[in-house]
């Protein structure tokens, strides 16, 4: 069989281990208990991962199952009372509660069991590697535990290492002992030792720290880490995978060869966002080389709100899947009004483009077993200026597909000077009127138009070439001003006259996940309406450039609920 994985990774560890930077989530310390859910849901979803209350910060297929296990509050709606809790699945949709799988309890993490990888063994014997803390300076290690009874599918007992901690830092090289967390899963190198990264850093310089081992129980430190930048500051989660050259197949994290690339991912604790480099892995020297033009962290796998993802390669569809966490917009106050904090993103389906460039993302095909009541335009041209409300759909819980073509290129903006996409979004939202777009949706959208966010293309000309501009506006999403109103953008890696303007937008009541390009881009937002709430969400097709653009495609299905926990 071959080699899976799972992971289980946080950004709440940037606070916790006192580096003094804000997290992108609510923090309190020694919490105990917290108020329990109000019985009113609006922003509760119906087809994202989340448990029943309480707030939670990944999965592994293993004999038929996907285990899904995270980093929970069983005690509150805020950061604090961490356990390993363990939910499990047989199609990543619908997903059944089991007792927590970690707490503390050994000197190695007598002050918690954070986050961690795993890996499976030959004989399919799982084993996790995970950080734990030891004292109160918040010092890290890394532990191990095996499965109680290889027999049970649901895996609902582990047993720890009696020998953990089984890495430390290494002092004497100015590894911090607060700076050194989140081990990846393991791969197997030709020479027969397993190898694994720790992220870290030294000073400013984020490094993945490379360890050793023959048995899966003595690690030894690499001389080098297998990849390191200055004034990346900390590195966490890092992940570490294969993908082809020739195809969207998966393959295991062990593989390696001519029509392989690698990709180096790190969650930059400094920027809470994900990036990642493609290139080469060096076997033989246990290092990193980024292809030419990747020498530094420019791209990002969500250009939203994601953070701590991990990908596992999914042996029995063969297919390497990514799954990110989403963090709150909203304020302290409400989310412990609410009772919950925190989901999980839909899991997406990862490859390489045929650039070599990017990496592309797609919803697993699982999630549309959820589709029902499908609504289909035929083809039509949607004037500047015009808005064409979508009715038949569940427009608070639906999945949406839409696609566009241009007829010519000559109404395109000029762009002067270079700006960074997210600021181009801020600074020409939905309202602001151009040439070519901005066209898409409005999600979430209230009558009169009093709340809605906003997701559309817009297509820029900039010393010659043109650039299509993908957003999420989310400065009217929600009248409660409290909530993170970011807007956000990426540009989508598409020839504007060549290829499909597409986008799908999957909706849960306050998520809008939204692929642009056929995933060559990606944007997740988290909004919180109080007018656009259930049945009195409305949604919208519109154009409010001054040139007409064409539908060429467009379904779209209201979503039944999952089962989930």
């Given at each position: 069989m071959a080699f899976s994985s799972f992971w289980l990774c946080a950004i709440f560890i940037s606070l916790v281990f006192g580096h003094g930077a804000q997290a992108s989530h609510h923090v309190y310390r020694n919490l105990q208990s917290v108020s329990s859910a109000s019985s009113y849901q609006p922003y509760r979803t119906a087809y994202h991962f989340q448990p029943p209350r309480h707030w939670i910060n990944g999965p592994m297929y293993y004999k038929g199952f996907y285990h899904l296990f995270y980093q929970y509050n069983p005690k509150g709606a805020v950061w604090g009372n961490i356990v390993w809790a363990h939910s499990v699945s047989k199609d990543l949709v619908n997903w059944t509660p089991l007792d927590p799988a970690i707490y503390p309890s050994q000197p190695s993490d007598f002050y918690g069991c954070w986050s961690g990888s795993a890996t499976i063994l030959p004989g399919d014997k799982p084993a996790i590697l995970y950080t734990g803390i030891i004292d109160t300076k918040k010092s890290q290690v890394q532990n191990s535990a095996m499965p109680k009874n290889l027999s049970d599918p649901y895996?609902?007992?582990?047993?720890?290492?009696?020998?953990?901690?089984l890495m430390a830092p290494n002092r004497a090289n100015n590894i911090n002992a607060s700076s050194f967390r989140d081990p990846t899963t393991a791969w197997l190198g030709k020479d027969g030792w397993w190898r694994v990264l720790v992220g870290s850093k030294r000073n400013s310089r984020g490094m993945a720290i490379l360890f050793k081992s023959k048995n899966f129980v003595k690690w030894i430190e690499a001389k080098q880490p297998l990849y390191s930048a200055e004034g990346t500051g900390m590195w966490e989660c890092p992940d570490f995978f294969p993908v082809l050259s020739k195809s969207l197949s998966g393959v295991d994290t062990s593989v390696n060869g001519p029509d392989v690339k690698h990709v180096l991912k790190v969650s930059l604790d400094d920027k809470k966002h994900d990036y990642y480099l493609i290139g080469t892995y060096n076997a033989a020297k246990d290092n990193f080389i980024p292809d030419i033009g990747?020498?530094?962290?420019?791209?990002?796998?969500?250009?939203?709100?994601?953070?701590?993802?991990?990908?596992?390669?999914?042996?029995?569809?063969?297919?390497?899947?990514?799954?990110?966490w989403i963090n709150e917009s909203s304020s302290q106050a409400d989310d412990i009004k609410k009772g919950w904090s925190?989901?999980?993103?839909?899991?997406?389906?990862?490859?390489?483009?045929?650039?070599?460039?990017q990496l592309v993302q797609w919803p697993v095909t699982e999630i549309e077993k959820l589709r029902t009541n499908p609504v289909n335009w035929p083809k039509k041209v949607l004037?500047?200026?015009e808005l064409l409300q979508?009715?038949?759909?569940?427009?608070?819980?639906?999945?949406?597909e839409i696609s566009f073509q241009v007829n010519g290129?000559?109404?395109?903006?000029?762009?002067?000077?270079?700006?960074?996409?997210?600021?181009?979004?801020?600074?020409?939202?939905?309202?602001?009127?151009?040439?070519?777009?901005?066209?898409?949706?409005?999600?979430?959208?209230?009558?009169?138009l009093q709340e809605y966010t906003a997701v559309f293309f817009r297509i820029l000309r900039y010393q010659n070439k043109h650039l299509v501009l993908l957003c999420s506006d989310q400065s009217r999403s929600s009248l409660n001003k409290d909530n993170d109103l970011t807007s956000y953008g990426a540009f989508v890696n598409v020839d504007p006259l060549g290829e499909k303007l597409s986008l799908r937008t999957l909706i849960d009541h306050s998520v809008i996940e939204s692929f642009g390009g056929e995933g060559n881009a990606v944007i997740t937002s988290r909004v919180y309406p109080t007018l656009a709430i259930n049945d009195k969400a409305q949604l919208y097709a519109f154009n409010n450039g001054t040139a007409d653009v064409k539908i060429k495609r467009f379904s779209a299905w209201s979503m039944k609920k999952a089962k989930i926990n």
């Open positions: 895996l609902r007992e582990w047993v720890k290492t009696p020998k953990n901690p990747f020498e530094s962290y420019v791209l990002r796998y969500d250009y939203g709100k994601y953070y701590a993802s991990k990908t596992f390669f999914d042996y029995g569809k063969n297919r390497r899947i990514l799954l990110g925190g989901i999980h993103a839909i899991p997406r389906k990862i490859w390489l483009h045929k650039s070599g460039k004037k500047g200026g979508v009715t038949g759909v569940a427009a608070a819980q639906a999945d949406v290129l000559k109404k395109a903006e000029r762009l002067d000077y270079w700006l960074d996409p997210q600021d181009l979004c801020s600074r020409k939202g939905a309202a602001v009127r151009g040439g070519l777009g901005p066209f898409g949706l409005l999600v979430f959208a209230s009558k009169g």
